[in-house]
């Protein structure tokens, strides 16, 4: 399974994901929803992107931006659980499910 790196708190992170059936045909996202869910540990939605625009959606590429602000909310040398959701008509599957660490950015 695929794992995220560690957030650097007030850094932009992209998440690009791209969805295909045993690995080769691409899924195609028109009107599909992709959620991104960071809980803290106490099971607190922390921070939620829902994205329904994708950079290719017919060839299944679709991409996650967190902002600066985004992640300059998050507290500092923390584990967040998160998922990434996929959503179209009746289907909805979770295609992502761990955590995540928080770290401090070294640079002012």
Same mark, same amino acid.
């Given at each position: 399974m695929i794992?995220?790196?560690d957030?650097?708190q007030?850094?932009s ?5 791209? /969805? @295909?059936t045993?690995?080769?045909?691409p899924i195609?996202?028109t009107?599909? %929803? $992709? =959620? /991104? @869910? ?11 992107? %829902? $994205? =329904? ?7 299944g590429?679709t ?8 992640t300059?909310?998050?507290?500092e040398?923390?584990?967040?659980n ?6 179209k008509?009746?289907?909805t599957?979770?295609i ?8 401090k950015?070294?640079t002012?």
């Amino acid at each position: 399974m695929i794992k995220l790196q560690d957030i650097i708190q007030g850094d932009s992170k992209q998440i690009l994901l791209e /969805f @295909t059936t045993n690995y080769t045909t691409p899924i195609n996202l028109t009107d599909a %929803i $992709v =959620t /991104f @869910t960071l809980r803290d540990l106490k099971d607190n939605i922390i921070l939620q992107k %829902i $994205v =329904t625009e994708h950079i290719d959606a017919v060839n299944g590429k679709t991409m996650i931006e967190l902002t600066s602000n985004d992640t300059n909310k998050l507290k500092e040398n923390s584990i967040y659980n998160y998922d990434i959701e996929f959503k179209k008509g009746n289907i909805t599957k979770t295609i992502l499910n761990d955590r995540i660490k928080v770290v401090k950015d070294v640079t002012p």
